[in-house]
């Protein structure tokens, strides 16, 4: 991200230590003014300590975190020009929709008219669509409708930028998608950066403009969706954003970017690596599964059997058990039912010559990292 | 089994039972029941002793009430901010005052008044420019002051229960909203926790209504309502103390029922 205007918000060398436990290091960031960007990463990354630093609920143990290019060492949350959607919405429950909307119209000094706030505060509920549910008190809310009005009180502020702390991962999915189309409509119509704090990482690579990968306390990756998922920085990267297969090998020689890696199973596959590997060292080979092509013929580089496949209308995936390798992922369209393959029936397995990536390492205990991003293939 | 029990609760409730009975039988004698009658509440209203002994009990247990609400709450926020050590030895001691039995507060109070007047009254004698001064003496106010420092204990581990339920959530999102941090306390954690503060100021009250045993001890020369039940016993029981003990039966059931109902309906919502 290049930084021509003054940042909404910037990172300099952040640091935040809990006693001997450091929460997250080396944090650098400039999110450009009107942008939309995701934090994302597993949970425990650091994520949210870095938003609560933006709001202020934080205090940076090292490093600046500035606003509009001012630094906002010992602002107290209340003095940030910044509003915040809580995880699990924070609404106060002794107030109704609308006095939860309007309390932070209520705050400013010089005071508005009562006229005045609750004009804005209906205006703001009507633009997430919960115009003249003012008077229903919280409980009496669904839980997408309570999402609603805690956008709405962040909202009516006209904050510089609005922080979002997981503010999906309560709802169902249906539901999830429509606010996922509603927030990014809002975030053009208002012009307010929006900073996004997700694990979700299909979620923050269709949402926002920006994404940073963090892992860890620090930051792997900063990019657009596509970069990430096409050009990760690392195997952590490759593995967390998408689905991927992971093949283990060693680098047999390699080229300038190319890198030439034999697998387990004897065969050597030519792959691009980003991060310059050394020619015998432990290399992942990441193979996206839309990368991969099936045949029925012999042609193919690995020969497998089809184990289980999932229909998904215009596409379908497999998961193809290849001898030596284990089993992949791959995702397949198809015009007619005929070009479906079926479980048991072998194939033949190709890829697009610039698909292999190599990332040094080998990735250790791998079911963990994937279990928040893999239900989609179970459901 | 069975029998055993009916037994336990006959041999709690049946005397309380009789009492509310006894006191609504027409004839003079609490032995044997010749009528239905309500005329030893007129009565007992009427004994201008046993009102001026109700007024005093009144006025006690509202101030002391009122003195624990606001001194319990306080010390209930601040043991929400102390570290978790000096918070663990406060919430020792409050469940300390609270175990501890009357009698111990009762004399302790005294000593430590009587101590206290013998080295204030005579210090303010020495520099009261006029004739007169004042005197600390035993009264109303050391009433008010043993009763609202045992009820202080109470109501702050009530208000301490509901403080620990609250959402830190909300005072985090007050606080976005741009409120200042005094704003915060009175229009987002003073509603919260309204409910426990009020549940414990009726505790306090029904407490220091009842009470007899640390008021015997530090009443001086003052009768509140236990008290004057204590003295009339000893002229033997008529159905005029029956109809007292009935009054302040009910209104004790009736506030600690309010109580309860305070604490219950108002979980938070999540």
């Known amino acids: ?379 | 089994m069975r029998a055993f029990i009916v037994a336990v609760f006959a041999f709690l409730y049946l005397p309380i039972a009789l009492v509310v009975l006894f006191s609504l039988n027409a004839g003079r004698h609490a032995s044997e029941l010749t009528g239905f009658s309500t005329q030893w509440y007129g009565k007992a209203l009427a004994n201008p002793f046993l009102v001026e002994a109700l007024k005093n009990s009144l006025f006690i247990a509202t101030t002391s009430a009122l003195l624990a609400a606001v001194f319990g709450t306080a010390a209930a926020l601040g043991l929400a901010r102390v570290n978790i050590r000096t918070r663990t030895i406060f919430d020792a001691l409050l469940g300390a005052a609270i175990v501890v039995p009357g009698v111990v507060i009762g004399i302790s109070t005294l000593v430590a008044l009587v101590q206290l007047f013998a080295v204030v009254n005579p210090f303010v004698a020495s520099i009261w420019p006029g004739s007169t001064p004042p005197r600390l003496a035993l009264g109303y106010g050391s009433i008010v002051a043993a009763h609202g420092l045992f009820s202080m204990a109470l109501v702050s581990m009530i208000v301490r229960t509901r403080l620990g339920s609250l959402d830190r959530n909300l005072v985090e999102a007050s606080s976005d909203l741009y409120a200042t941090p005094l704003t915060t306390f009175h229009s987002i954690v003073l509603p919260q926790i309204m409910p426990a503060i009020l549940a414990g100021f009726l505790l306090a009250f029904t407490f220091s209504f009842d009470d007899f045993i640390i008021a015997f001890f530090v009443a001086g020369a003052q009768t509140t309502l236990p008290i004057y039940v204590f003295a009339s016993i000893r002229r033997g029981i008529t159905p005029e103390i029956n109809a007292i003990a009935t009054i302040v039966l009910c209104a004790s059931v009736l506030m600690v029922v309010f109580a309860q109902l305070l604490l219950r309906k108002t979980k938070p919502s999540h």
């Open chain 1, 1 to 379: 991200m290049s930084t021509a205007p003054v940042p909404d918000i910037e990172f300099r060398g952040v640091a935040k230590r809990y006693g001997a436990v450091t929460a997250v290091s080396g944090i650098d960031l400039a999110v450009p003014p009107a942008a939309f960007v995701a934090l994302l990463g597993p949970s425990g990354c650091g994520k949210t300590t870095c938003l609560r630093m933006i709001g202020g609920f934080e205090q940076p143990s090292e490093g600046q975190v500035l606003i509009r290019g001012k630094d906002m060492a010992g602002t107290p949350p209340y003095r940030r020009p910044v509003n915040m959607v809580f995880q699990q919405y924070a609404l106060f429950p002794h107030l109704d929709a609308g006095d939860n909307v309007s309390y932070g119209l209520r705050q400013l000094r010089p005071r508005l008219s009562a006229r005045e706030i609750s004009l804005k505060a209906g205006e703001a509920l009507a633009m997430v669509q919960l115009a003249g549910y003012g008077r229903r008190k919280i409980h009496e809310l669904s839980g997408g409708q309570q999402q609603r009005v805690a956008l709405a009180r962040a909202l009516v502020n006209k904050p510089a930028v609005l922080l979002l702390d997981e503010p999906l991962a309560a709802l169902d999915k249906k539901l999830r998608t429509d606010m996922q189309i509603e927030l990014q409509n809002l975030q053009r119509e208002l012009g307010i950066t929006f900073v996004l704090v997700t694990h979700d990482q299909e979620e923050a690579l269709s949402m926002s403009d920006f994404v940073c990968v963090m892992n860890r306390g620090s930051i792997v990756q900063v990019g657009q969706p596509s970069e990430i998922y096409h050009e990760p920085a690392d195997l952590f990267v490759a593995d967390f954003v998408g689905k991927t297969n992971l093949l283990a090998g060693k680098v047999e020689r390699r080229s300038g970017e190319l890198v030439e890696v034999m697998l387990a199973d004897g065969s050597v596959i030519s792959a691009r690596s980003r991060n310059g590997v050394a020619s015998g060292e432990a290399v992942s080979v990441s193979l996206r599964p839309e990368a991969l092509r099936l045949g029925a013929s012999e042609q193919g580089t690995f020969q497998g059997i089809v184990r289980n496949r999932i229909f998904l209308g215009s596409t379908a995936e497999y998961a193809i058990e290849v001898p030596a390798l284990g089993t992949l992922l791959a995702t397949a369209d198809h015009q007619l039912s005929q070009d479906l393959f079926k479980p048991g029936e072998p194939v033949a397995i190709g890829f697009a010559p610039g698909a292999p990536l190599a990332f040094s390492g080998v990735k250790e205990n791998g079911e963990k990292q994937r279990e928040t991003k893999n239900v989609e293939i179970v459901s």
